[in-house]
């Protein structure tokens, strides 16, 4: 028995899925990029049906427009389309639509630390939601597993799967809540011929149970091209043949284009399409009027119809209008908020602790800098020859807390190759999909992402301090080594935010590179290099907006204010033996430390929101 007759062929128990199959149909699809003179038409009012129960391979050259028609038929394109899409005969709705299906990218862009059973429970639990027991949850996943071969993997993760395994456990994430139309861009890229035809295979299984599935295919071998019901051919933004493989050949006759017997019908098709055979486009096109017709069968051509049975499912359950509104209802996301939250966490966390570069090099390397650290300015805590020197450890360790803290949320690599990790440029692709595909809320996962990672920024800077304050002699005060500590766990916190902010902006390379440069106008108004009164006064505004500054100051005011006892001097003269003298070289001798404690948080707040509006609109742009 398939999957999704396993899963239970008109829907699983989930309240928030319909159990309509459903017809897809476009009318005059248009689609155009840049503005003015620039202006290019990439799709040119194209028309077709995919039916239900029906796997249909959207065949063509490249940049004939087949992922464009693909991304705007699954939502994924708004900005610069015009025509009409209907869904059983009615105009579509896209917040709806966004739940009866799913899109699987070409790129197989799934958390590598995980399992394959780890990401399935996550799967199941955000998909299915909380009105599904746990026990059918459990069953499901162990079901989805099995059928897609995947049972003996079930505690591999997914760093080691193959190609074909990512790809089927690509899909079978997305089967959970039972799309009622699936999309995938070149689902066969990158798989060896075994691979690909199990892939294909599998398609056509899900494709049987009644749900509408439609994949951009490259370049199908002949045995391949058996494997679809319907064929959708594309070039030059036009349709130029609508109909099943076996009817390819006999409508190519019609306008005089004979396929060799020994030839890959595919093959010659894409061969046409690329104008090596003359200018027979327009022909084409004409002749299936631009998807409008679909050719059936050698003799005759017929309007493309909605299949007759799509208001039953399996003759058991009838579809009615009553059915159609409730689905306007059920907008939100199969799980409530806090659910989301709970799985996203716990799958982050797991992320997390399992990457080296998040937990046991930053872990290792907090501890050699502190030792390296303490080494070099060991003692210059209560030594009033060495101030200056306590004042650059103190400055240095900043940096080194904001750097270790940028850098592995703005990237991280692994396996010798960049890997999707808890890295934002990387993790990114990760989100795009699932969000998109209805898994959650950007919320939920950014508040996941958040609450995950504090731990280990507060973990790691206690660890490095506890390290130097007591090899570099500093006062043994708990008072103004919980001040320092405050003042270094928030610059931790705030230097995540940066990754954050960049890591939501840039692509990877780019942020590698933003990451630390963000980081250096706020370095230099920091009071350490130049003291505040010695800054112009046209750009003293810029002392106030560096994070450094109050990291800075908070660390020097609980080292060395609050009526700290003169410092213990070895030579005939120590300038700056009083604290408070030593202080008023920095101009920080009437400074507040609760002020650099809400400068701290301002900042801590206002990167993190920001963060979330940038995230959102980023992925917000990829429609």
Request: charged fraction near 20%.
């Amino acid at each position: 028995m398939d999957v999704i007759v396993k899963l239970e062929r008109c829907g699983l128990t989930t309240e928030n899925k319909t159990n309509i199959p459903l017809d897809l149909t476009f009318h005059d699809i248009s689609y155009t990029v840049g503005k003015g003179k620039n202006v290019k038409r990439i799709l040119q009012q194209m028309n077709g049906t995919f039916k239900s129960g029906q796997l249909t391979a959207i065949l063509g050259p490249s940049g004939a427009g087949k992922s464009s028609l693909m991304n705007i038929l699954a939502g994924f394109k708004t900005t610069g389309v015009e025509g009409r899409v209907n869904l059983n005969g009615v105009e579509r709705d896209l917040k709806i639509f966004r739940k009866q299906s799913a899109y699987i990218e070409q790129y197989d862009h799934l958390l590598q630390n995980l399992t394959v059973g780890e990401y399935m429970n996550a799967a199941a639990q955000l998909k299915l939601g909380n009105g599904v027991s746990q026990v059918e949850k459990k069953s499901n996943i162990e079901l989805v597993i099995k059928t897609l071969g995947l049972s003996n993997n079930k505690q591999t993760r997914i760093s080691r799967l193959s190609g074909g395994e990512c790809k089927r456990l690509s899909i079978g994430v997305e089967l959970f809540d039972n799309p009622a139309i699936l999309f995938l861009d070149e689902p066969t890229s990158g798989l060896d011929s075994s691979s690909t035809l199990q892939c294909v295979a599998l398609l056509r299984e899900i494709a049987r149970s009644g749900r509408t599935v439609v994949a951009t295919i490259h370049q199908p071998s002949s045995r391949l091209l058996d494997h679809f019901d319907h064929l959708y051919i594309v070039a030059g933004g036009s349709c130029i043949y609508q109909g099943s493989p076996g009817s390819l050949v006999p409508y190519l006759r019609t306008v005089n284009l004979n396929c060799p017997s020994y030839n890959n019908p595919a093959d010659f098709i894409l061969d046409v399409a690329s104008g090596e055979y003359g200018d027979v486009l327009p022909k084409l096109i004409s002749t299936i009027e631009n998807g409008r017709l679909s050719y059936e069968d050698p003799t005759a051509t017929t309007l493309a119809t909605p299949s007759h049975n799509n208001n039953e499912c399996e003759g058991e359950i009838e579809c009615d209008d009553e059915k159609m509104e409730n689905i306007k209802d059920q907008l939100a996301y199969a799980t409530p908020f806090h659910t989301q939250v709970s799985v996203l966490l716990e799958r982050t966390w797991r992320s997390i602790w399992r990457e080296k570069m998040l937990t046991k090099v930053r872990f290792v390397t907090h501890i050699v800098f502190g030792i390296f650290f303490g080494l070099i300015y060991q003692t210059v805590g209560n030594d009033a020859s060495f101030t200056l020197n306590n004042a650059g450890m103190l400055y240095f360790s900043l940096i080194f807390i904001v750097f270790t803290s940028v850098m592995p949320t703005v990237v991280t690599c692994k396996y010798k190759t960049c890997a999707i990790s808890m890295s934002f440029p990387l993790e990114r692709k990760v989100l795009i999909r699932e969000h998109l595909n209805n898994w959650y809320s950007l919320k939920a996962y950014y508040l996941a992402k958040l609450l995950a990672d504090i731990p280990f920024q507060i973990i790691f800077p206690t660890l490095y301090l506890v390290i130097v304050y007591f090899m570099t002699n500093q006062p043994l005060s708990l008072l103004r080594f919980s001040m320092l500590l405050c003042m270094m766990i928030f610059t931790s916190l705030v230097g995540q935010g940066i990754g954050l902010v960049v890591g939501a902006i840039f692509d990877i390379q780019s942020a590698a590179f933003m990451g630390p440069t963000f980081a250096i106008p706020f370095l230099l108004f920091a009071g350490f290099f130049i003291s505040f009164n010695s800054i112009p006064s046209y750009m003293k505004w810029m002392s106030y907006v560096s994070f450094f500054r109050y990291g800075f100051e908070g660390s020097m005011l609980a080292i060395y204010d609050y009526d700290r006892a003169p410092l213990d001097c070895f030579e005939s003269y120590c300038h700056f033996r009083f604290p408070q003298k030593f202080l008023e070289k920095f101009d920080m001798a009437h400074s507040s430390y609760f002020l650099c404690v809400i400068g701290m948080l301002v900042y801590f707040v206002v990167m993190r929101v920001a963060g979330y509006f940038l995230l959102r609109f980023k992925v917000k742009s990829v429609r």
